[in-house]
């Protein structure tokens, strides 16, 4: 006769598996949703230190305000069912969430306050919820566990939740966000949680079942019935990329790369090859500013769609061009849809511009920085350490051209002033050119800075009608401003230990900025030039990096 064994989980792990196991949960998934959040909503609030204190803030508070109630609730509430009940309101909680977010962004971005606090509002309406409620099992496993001591118990729970904390932050980093949806992420942490509450409460109640049933019902639904947001144009490729958003759509015979909502760059869908926006063809300056017409090598910092690269090796075939783009799928989007084609002449580098300007030693005719958002800016593409970089990397009669979005006058001005001070520390000679007619209005404000003496308006002009560019110029030399029409007193100048570049482009998040379209006639192409460019744009192969 063979004896009849029966084996209680809870018996051989003394710890109480089901409680702790519902904390490693919810330490997975409250930090990954932390991690998450300011993917939610930096398509509309950027990624500034105001969004991400907006994300930890509220996190916190959540969390806390659980971690307190749970606290007073644990020794009359805490079971095996209140912890199946928990998970499955917060499986619900991420499944609404996740139906509604996009909107409740949107709607948030049209609210009458602040837009440095704006990000509070719907990062506690969405993410609330589901974090106050995961910070009831931390409170509840202690009281749960079968541990000898108070302390014991206390610091299990702890190091768990810490560890599952850590998990949930790496797993989210660099495995989910890279290759998955916000969507489907939040659909992911949604189901994990309803298999934890499962195999918590097993053999599950009929009660259990139905609540878990109901949520898994909720979490389809979001999947199935997220209503899409408003865009602009036809979407032809879009994807989450380790940095941001990315969407190209075509709208009214242009194509835009739009990244984090924000249009980033574009070109004709017909035969002209000009610029789209004006404010790319000041970085033909460089022609203008240097002694002799020649420009024989080029950096651009912030690649996009190419725009600028692509106009620098059709108009100047002696010219190398390096582009260091930050975002690798970037630089694949440009290569599949912005015509951006194998060239001897064009290197691509897929990492950091301050870095690269660190390592690389290659020197410069010309460097072009167009890497800022009106509400994302890289501080350390500001300071004064890194115009030293730009300037070691110039040569002599190198040519510094730098894009900023700011106003020129008035409380919106203070960034493009205080990098301009900060310029200035490090080149001689500074000028400013803004590209709309209106001071006070956010645009884009260019800057070009040398290592020789001040060039007067009239001497630029000058160079302008006399030498031949491949683009007119003329336009754009009248925008001069120089150092005297900028007042920097009452600006700093930015360090790497001291640039308040988020205090400075407050005043810029809740103002309304659109790019300037060119004149397209002025940019148009001789027949010839268009042909050589749409045969090189129809047999691109893999770029030289």
């Known amino acids: 006769m063979v004896p009849e064994f029966s084996i209680n989980t809870d018996d051989v792990l003394p710890f109480n598996w089901r409680a702790e196991t519902a904390v490693f949960a919810s330490g997975v998934t409250s930090m990954g949703l932390e991690v998450l959040a300011g993917r939610v909503i930096a398509p509309v609030f950027g990624n500034s230190v105001y969004t991400w204190g907006g994300v930890l803030g509220v996190f916190m508070i959540a969390l806390g305000v659980g971690y307190w109630l749970g ?18 309101y917060s499986v619900i909680t991420i499944g609404v969430m996740s139906a509604v977010y996009e909107q409740v962004v949107q709607v948030s971005a049209l609210l009458p306050i602040p837009a440095i606090y704006a990000p509070i509002i719907p990062l506690t309406i969405l993410f609330g919820p589901p974090t106050f409620l995961l910070g009831f099992i931390s409170p509840y496993a202690a009281e749960l566990s079968e541990a000898r001591s108070t302390g014991e118990a206390s610091g299990r729970v702890y190091s768990l939740g810490t560890v599952g904390s850590i998990f949930g932050a790496f797993l989210t980093t660099y495995g989910l966000v890279p290759y998955l949806s916000v969507l489907w992420i939040q ?34 639904f979001a999947a199935g019935f997220t209503p899409a947001t408003a865009t602009s144009g036809n979407t032809v490729y879009e994807t989450e990329t380790p940095y941001q958003h990315l969407r190209i759509a075509d709208d009214d015979g242009v194509r835009t790369m739009y990244l984090n909502d924000h249009p980033q760059s574009a070109m004709y869908l017909d035969n002209r090859s000009g610029y789209v926006w004006d404010y790319e063809s000041y970085a033909h300056l460089s022609h203008l500013y240097r002694q002799a017409d020649s420009v024989d090598r080029v950096l651009v910092i912030g690649g996009a769609g190419f725009s600028i690269p692509k106009r620098f090796l059709a108009e100047y075939p002696n010219v190398t061009v390096d582009v260091v783009e930050l975002d690798p799928e970037v630089v694949n989007a440009a290569k599949t849809h912005f015509n951006v084609t194998n060239s001897p002449r064009l290197n691509i580098y897929t990492q950091d511009g301050r870095r690269y300007l660190r390592n690389t030693n290659h020197t410069y005719d010309a460097i072009v920085l167009d890497a800022y958002q009106k509400n994302n800016v890289p501080f350390h593409l500001t300071t004064v350490g890194f115009m030293q970089l730009v300037s ?11 894009n900023i979005i700011s106003a020129t006058e008035g409380p919106r001005s203070k960034f493009m002033r205080s990098e301009f001070k900060t310029v200035q520390r490090v080149f001689p000679s500074a000028e400013i050119y803004p590209t709309r ?15 020789g003496p001040d060039m007067t308006q009239a001497e630029l002009q000058h160079r302008s009608q006399q030498r031949s560019i491949g683009i007119d110029l003329s336009q754009e030399v009248q925008q001069y401003r120089g150092p005297g029409t900028v007042t920097t007193t009452d600006v700093p100048v930015l360090r790497d230990g001291d640039a308040p570049v988020d205090r400075l482009t407050g005043p810029l998040y809740d103002q309304p900025y659109v790019v300037q379209q060119t004149n397209a006639s002025r940019n148009r192409q001789s027949p010839a030039q268009i042909q050589t460019i749409n045969a090189a744009a129809s047999n691109p192969i893999p770029l030289k990096n």
Not at 73 to 88: F, G, P
Not at 392 to 402: C, M, T
């Open 71 to 88: 606290g007073k609730r644990a020794h009359e509430h805490a079971s095996k069912i209140a912890l199946t009940k928990i998970l499955t």
């Open 187 to 220: 659909i992911l942490f949604a189901g994990s949680l309803v298999v934890v509450a499962l195999a918590i409460s097993y053999p599950p109640s009929v009660r259990s079942l139905a609540r878990v049933g109901l949520a898994v019902v909720i979490v389809i």
């Open 392 to 402: 070691e990397r110039l040569d002599e009669r190198g040519v510094f051209i730098q």
């Open 437 to 451: 007619t209106t001071p006070r209005a956010v645009q884009n404000v260019m800057v070009a800075a040398t290592k």
